[in-house]
């Protein structure tokens, strides 16, 4: 089973009374759009085919228990795996003086450390080793949220005639929204399984057969039929929850007994139930009736709105905090804490331009967002959708899951239509917009936060390498890794501006583990820069000889996403025996204050991938100043991406057009008979 196992990964408060006193009863219109014209039929709001996104015959948590362990990699091979990596963005030099410390970090006080990481997994397992660092990594961080650490993900644009009006999107995605919820929080939302032969195991058989298989044994039958269940444990703080600013470490905070929604609308904070009082999701028109008030709500604009303090720094967000709950608002913020999730309502029109879009999804004016909600819906004024999320309660496989299962059930049954009508109630009785009582330093406090936002906003810049050159089926025609190819243009870009190899970071999961986060694959290798070096020079070896350097780079690219996606990364582990070592009060081990540990670890080119059809487009700020944020795609025919970076620090142009040069590069190679 062990090597099976590899090789897929390589891969890889209303109440239902007073909604019939409104006129809500049982039945209504829905609109159900086809590709064809709009029909409506008649559909019951109390059915399973209202209340929920679907109903699985496998529980939600049903693979949990039995989800294997992360592994803890051997020392000697995280060592290996680190020199290797360090060998390619390093003089020889630099590399002599790493190696020596390396090894007296092998030879010395690792194994030290190794035993203790273990001994506290064995004692914690019902986690994963990596799991309460990575959480204290990112809630003891001081730095803003926005631009470094919360990313967006878009929705594809509504081509459907009406369904881009903003109150009839939002609508419609908060409807779907609920429906994902209520069927997470009953344990009926489909589990994210992996089935390396779908026509075999994504079937009603196997379903039926993981059903009845007791859970502590559920996963190892699910693997023998080449199917791989992913952990489900970050789903849970997807709903109702917040991260709230703490001096020197913030903390998580959910609600799920909640039955309310937040909007935003020109810094104003609007909230009212969604779900009534038994958990049963309120009618299409009820929601749409609250939602349309919103919109239509004329007051102007928030002069000043607490919206901003989202942005600053984590103790001076925490400072303001403590003093918003001393002026008499702790109640106040107890209802944006607790809201099932964020949607906001931006003035902004975007047309086709993407460099706008990126800017209006990725930030904002900081006036009109919740950065610490765990996920915000954004609605433009022409329509265009996109999720913004919080990183620390979780990772990719909980987010994009959440993003297909909502687009798709949006694409199938929207649930109001350009000709529905909202219900016929007074929507100002249900709708609640906060107020917050503001001291003369908390209104001068949000000055200055606007001073820092703008000037750290308008520093960034987009850039975007327009679709083409060459897909996954030409990849796959020449038994390639497409991702591969991807992450070897970035490397050949960065080698033709600077002459040679930077540290490189690309996300990898880890979900196939109980409680796994992510992991680190380096594709900035000794194959990759041969290949750089092979194209930089003035007269490039053959075609021939190109395609064997590419087959090389292909090859160690997949070994490097196996080994991360196995847990058998060396920068978690790292990490892990580095917390260890700072909490011992002992000396620090060389191998962490080596200049090349720093340097390693400080990513010049971040790179993510979009997995889902379902996503447009999206993308994050760099992790540096001096770095590019790679945000990119590849489809069956082309490939894409978008750059941010940080001017004049990095120029970002020249770098798609240095990549745009080592693509054709590659798309003639590739095609070369």
Known sequence: ?????????????????????????????????HSSPVCCSVIDVMSDDYQYIHKSKIPTMHFQKSLLRLPIPALDKTCERYLRSQKVILSSEEYQ???????????????????????????????????????????????PVVLN???????????????????????????????????????????????????????????????????????????????????????????????????????????????????MKNGHFYVFDVFDKDGNILSPEHIHACVSYIYNDQIPPAKRSIAIFTTENRDTWAKCREELVEAGNEATLDVLDTAAFNIVFDETVLGDDHEKMYHTFLHGDGNNRWFDKSFSLICTADGQLALNFEHSWGDGVAV????????????????????SRPAPIDASQ????????????????????????????????IDLLKPGYFGKKLCKKNKLSPDSLMQLGFQAAYYFQNGESAATYESCSTSAFKHGRTETIRPATLETLAFCKAIAQAQPPSHSELKNLLNECSKMHGSLTKEAAMGQGFDRHLFALRKLAEAS???????????????????????????????????????????????????????????????????????LECANKAYQIIKDVLTKE
Request: contains cysteine.
């Open 430 to 461: 249900l709708v609640r917009r906060l107020e917050f009582t503001l001291t003369p330093s908390l209104e001068a406090a949000i000055d200055k936060a606007h001073q820092s936002y703008e000037a750290n906003t308008s520093a960034l810049k």
């Open 400 to 419: 994009v899951n959440y993003h297909t299962e909502v687009a798709k059930d949006i694409a199938k049954r929207p649930s109001v239509n350009s000709d």
């Open 149 to 263: 650490y919360n990313p967006f993900l878009g929705f594809h644009p509504e081509e459907r005639p009406g369904l881009s009006d903003p109150v009839i999107r939002v609508t419609n995605t908060l409807v779907s929204s609920l429906r994902f919820m209520r069927t997470l929080r009953e344990n009926v939302l489909e589990p994210v399984v992996y089935h390396l032969n779908p026509a075999k195991s994504d079937t009603l058989m196997f379903r039926r057969i993981a059903r009845w298989t007791p859970s502590a044994i559920s996963s190892y039958a699910a693997y023998a039929q080449k199917a791989f269940p992913l952990d489900m444990s970050q789903f849970g703080s997807m709903f109702n929850s917040t991260r709230i600013p703490k001096l020197g470490k913030d903390i998580l905070r959910a609600d799920p007994k909640a039955r309310h929604v937040l909007i």
């Open 1 to 33: 089973m062990g090597s099976t196992w590899e090789n897929v990964w390589s891969r890889y408060q209303i109440s239902s009374s007073s909604q019939q006193a409104a006129g809500l009863g049982r039945r209504l219109s829905v609109c159900q759009l």
């Open 97 to 143: 003086r790493t190696e020596k410390f390396v090894t007296q970090f092998r030879e010395g006080v690792g194994p030290t450390l190794q035993f203790q990481l273990k001994d506290i997994d064995k004692a914690n397992k019902h986690t994963s080793y990596i799991s309460g660092p990575w959480f204290d990594m990112y809630l003891s961080d001081r730095v």
């Open 585 to 655: 009060g002992s000396p620090m081990p060389d191998i962490f204050t080596d200049p090349a540990y720093a340097k390693i670890n400080h990513i010049i080119i971040s790179t993510s991938t979009l997995p889902s059809e379902e996503i447009s487009f999206g993308g994050f700020a760099p992790v540096v100043s001096d770095g590019f944020g790679v945000g990119y795609i590849i489809r069956d025919d082309e490939l894409g991406c978008t750059v941010s970076t940080y001017p004049p620090h990095c120029d970002g142009a020249d770098f």
